[in-house]
C-alpha cells in the first residue's frame, strides 16, 4: 500500500514539475515519511480510543515531540518495529504517568541528567537524513537544551502531579531516543553526520 500511495503521488508531481533526480528522491523519502506517520498515529489513536486514554495519550505525545522536534533521535529501520516501539512508548508510557508516583526530587535529578544528556548527544541524526549543517546542528541543540530547562522549571513549579508526569515521562523517553547506546542496541550507525565532514 505504501510503495502504491508514494508511486501514485511521485508520478502526479513528476508529471506536473521538472524536478531533477535529486530532488525527486527527497520528495518520495518525504512523502513514505508522511504515509508512515499517518497510518502510525490512526493506529496508535485507535488502540488509545479502544483502551480508552485518549487524553493521556495525547498529552504525552505532545510532551515527547516538543523535545523530538530538535533533538531528532534514533527512527526505526523497519515500519513494523516502528509501530511497536511507539506502541510501547506511547501508549505503554500513557499507562505509566496514569500509574506511578515518583519523588520530586528523583524527578528533579533525572530531569537535570536528561538536560546534560541533551546537551552532549542532540540533536542525534540517522544515516538516511544526517544533519550535515553546523548551524542547523547548533540551532537544534540549542532549542533541545531550552525545550529540557523549560520542562525542569515545569517539573518544579506545577501544583499537577499528573501533568507533571506527561512533562518528565516525555522528556526521559525523547531523551532516550537519542543516546549512542540506544543506537547501538538496535544496531544503527551514529554521529552520521561526520561521515560527510571526514569525506566518507
Known amino acids: 500500500m505504501k510503495k502504491k500511495f508514494v508511486k501514485f503521488a511521485m508520478n502526479l508531481i513528476s508529471s506536473n514539475n521538472n524536478y531533477n533526480e535529486e530532488k525527486l528522491d527527497e520528495i518520495a ?74 519523588p520530586l526530587e528523583l524527578m528533579v535529578m533525572i ?10 548527544y542532540a540533536p542525534a541524526d540517522t ?25 525542569l522549571v515545569l517539573i518544579v513549579v506545577l501544583n499537577n502531579y499528573s501533568i507533571v508526569n506527561y512533562i518528565f515521562i516525555g522528556l526521559v523517553e525523547a531523551v532516550i531516543m537519542i543516546l549512542p547506546f540506544t543506537y547501538k542496541i538496535f544496531g544503527l550507525p551514529y554521529d552520521n553526520y561526520k561521515k560527510y565532514e571526514c569525506g566518507v
Open 127 to 151: 544515516y538516511k537524513r544526517p544533519i550535515v549543517n553546523k548551524k542547523k546542528r547548533k540551532r537544534f541543540k540549542i532549542f533541545s537544551l531550552l525545550s529540557g530547562i523549560v520542562y
Open 111 to 120: 530531569a537535570i541528567v536528561c538536560i546534560v544528556c541533551l546537551f552532549r
Open 29 to 102: 523519502y518525504g512523502l513514505e515519511a508522511i504515509y508512515l506517520m499517518i497510518t502510525k498515529i490512526i493506529v496508535l489513536f485507535g488502540l488509545a480510543f479502544i483502551l480508552g486514554i485518549v487524553k493521556e495519550f495525547v498529552l504525552l505525545l505532545i510532551f515527547y515531540n516538543i523535545i523530538r522536534t530538535n533533538a531528532f533521535g534514533i527512527h526505526a529501520s523497519k515500519s513494523i518495529y516502528c509501530l511497536l516501539s511507539s506502541s510501547l512508548l506511547f501508549i505503554g508510557g500513557a499507562y505509566l504517568c496514569m500509574n506511578i508516583v515518583i
